[in-house]
Structures are given as C-alpha cells and as structure tokens.
C-alpha cells in the first residue's frame, strides 16, 4: 500500500511544529516530589529499590540463560545419539 504523496509532508510538519511547541513551554523550578524527596532523605530508597529491581532482573536474565543453554547442550547430545 502505498502512500498518498502528501502525507509524508503533512506528517514530517505536524512533527516539526509539535517539537516547536514543546520548547516554548514554560521552564519549572523543579519537581516538587523529587525536591521533597531529596530533603528528607528518601531519595536513597528509591534509588535502592530502583537498583534492587535492576539487579533482580539481570540475576533472572542470567540464571535463565544458563538454564537455556543447558537445555540446548542436552538437546543436541540426544540428537546426536539417535543419529547414531
């Protein structure tokens, strides 16, 4: 299917103007939750849960990938004995 030939214009200027608008939005001090955060010292839990959860999904990821690659070791050891 192919595109009409005025489409991809109209779509790269809605893309190009929406860019425009965003950076004329008015500049904030900050985000309150973060500078409340910050002041009382919470923000270190969150950045340990955040690294918790990081961590936590790397150990999966990796123990997973042993547990495949067993598999594929064994998968091909049993092909090759009914080969025989």
């Not at 103007?17 to 939005?25: C, E, G, I, R, V």
């Not at 690294?51 to 049993?78: H, N, S, T």
């Amino acid at each position: 299917m192919r595109l009409p030939f005025r489409l991809p214009f109209l779509l790269a200027t809605l893309l190009f103007f929406s860019q425009n608008l965003m950076a004329q939005q008015p500049a904030t001090d900050g985000i309150e939750m973060a500078d409340r955060l910050r002041a009382d010292g919470k923000i270190w839990v969150v950045v340990a849960v955040i690294a918790a959860v990081f961590i936590g999904i790397i150990v999966y990821l990796i123990r997973l990938d042993r547990q495949i690659g067993k598999l594929e070791k064994d998968v091909q050891e049993k092909k090759k004995q009914y080969s025989l």
